[in-house]
């Protein structure tokens, strides 16, 4: 174990970890953020994404040395209480079924529109292609985004 220090939704872990431990555990397991879920564990599904200093990460195979001093900002640390522009979007397209992927898809979203603020449909679906939706919501998902931009909300 390493003393290491993570700043996740705002507020600093002096936490004592493994830091090759991959973020997801230290997110769920150690801090109890468990809007952040496992699926694959390999970074190939996006169910775990969050955001590292604005950018999507896959936390399952994001090490927690790797992301010292950076701000992590999981599902949780968006709005606390679904305000976000993304999150408002998401429930006005009625864009969740079962809702598992959905905090890896609406982090991406909120990554990509961190980035492009007028991402193209081109652009939405590479961005959005890596995050698995076993439910195939991806034409609400596309249009939620597309909301937010069409709103010209901040994220």
Known sequence: MTP???SVNGTKYDLDVDTQTPLLWVLRDTLGLTGTKYSCGIGACGACTVLVDGRAVRSCSTTTESVAGKQITTIEGLSPDGSHPVQRAWIA???PQCGYCQPGQ???AVGLLKANTKPTEQEINK????VLCRCGTYTRIKAAIQRVIEEGATV
């Not at 961005?127 to 890596?130: E, F």
Request: net charge negative; charged share 10%; hydrophobic share 60%.
């Open 4 to 6: 290491i220090t993570l």
């Open 93 to 95: 397209e009625q864009v």
């Open 106 to 108: 609406i982090m991406t």
């Open 127 to 130: 961005a959005m292609a890596g």
